[in-house]
């Protein structure tokens, strides 16, 4: 059994990181889409119907999007039909060069890399659009692993089947708690806590602010995940420890733990 002090010694090698939002600036691309996906199911801009669907949207951002629609739509074929819109609307405008990079994520990403880190990036996304933002961005061959909701079993966020997935494929550690997981979103720090993540970093580069990130888990919450490399160097030469462990020996839940992080 592994105890709190083997955690605080051994460094963390697998970082999980979250892409449009994180570490892809979509400028609102999301909410584009959605709009074309549910004018094409009779949902039209400035009625009630779309202001309710929109906020819903906004608050499930970093969740599944199909799962999103599903919510939304009800029975299944309509979903389908908003999810095939969508996808098709949001790769139209990823062709148009309408996403860029989050300043310095690249750079994170390789210096992680450099560190000897298994640097995996996640998307609630379908696999054609995930594979387009990569191509766009000229990021296929940047990280080793790159998973969407189906290569997990389709659940999505805020599960954290793709966390473990990612801890399952790479075999980069062999303790849950050495992962760090980064995200813009709620769904993304629950997804973190869930999977036992030693690390849940939340950024303010995309959907939700410091308080709704810290409400749902984030052991810290940062400027951008270019600050990312600096924390993980920060929390190893402090010997942190994960926060259920951190919990026992306070005497506290977990929960108790992420909260005062």
């Known amino acids: 059994m592994t105890s709190p002090s083997d955690i605080t010694r051994d ?14 600036a979509d400028g609102g691309l999301v909410e584009q889409a959605f ?8 949902v039209w801009p400035g009625s009630d119907e779309h202001a309710r669907q929109l906020a819903y949207v906004r608050a499930t951002m970093g969740e599944s999007k199909i799962s999103v629609f599903r919510h939304l739509f009800g029975d299944e074929d309509r979903a389908q039909r908003a999810n095939t819109a969508f996808e098709e609307a949001y790769g139209e405008l990823v062709d148009a060069g309408r996403i860029a990079p989050v300043p310095g994520a690249r750079e994170a990403v390789e210096r992680l890399t450099s560190e000897g880190r298994t640097v995996v990036l996640t998307t609630g ?7 387009a933002i990569l ?18 079993g389709g ?11 990612a801890f399952l494929r790479t075999g980069a550690v062999d303790d849950v708690r050495r992962t760090v997981v980064a995200g813009d979103t709620s769904y ?4 973190g806590v869930r999977s036992g993540a030693g690390i849940v970093a939340g950024v303010l580069t995309g959907a939700h602010d410091k308080d709704r990130l810290t409400r749902h888990g984030a052991t810290h919450v940062l400027g951008s995940v270019a600050e990312l490399p600096d924390l ?17 020996a306070a005497g506290l839940p977990a929960a108790a ?4 992080a």
Do not use: H, K, N, Y
């Open 257 to 260: 733990a992420r909260a005062e």
């Open 11 to 24: 460094p963390f090698r697998l970082v999980v990181l979250d892409m449009a939002g994180t570490t892809v």
């Open 188 to 191: 993304d720090m629950l997804s």
């Open 125 to 131: 996304f379908a696999r054609p659009t995930q594979d």
């Open 35 to 42: 709009s074309a996906a549910a004018q094409r199911l009779g």
């Open 135 to 152: 191509a766009a961005l000229g990021w296929q061959d940047l990280v080793p692993l790159t998973l969407c909701p189906a290569d997990a």
């Open 232 to 248: 993980i160097a920060r929390a190893e030469a402090a010997g942190l420890p994960d926060l259920a462990a951190r919990a026992e």
């Open 155 to 165: 659940r999505g966020r805020p599960f954290p089947d793709m966390v473990l997935a």
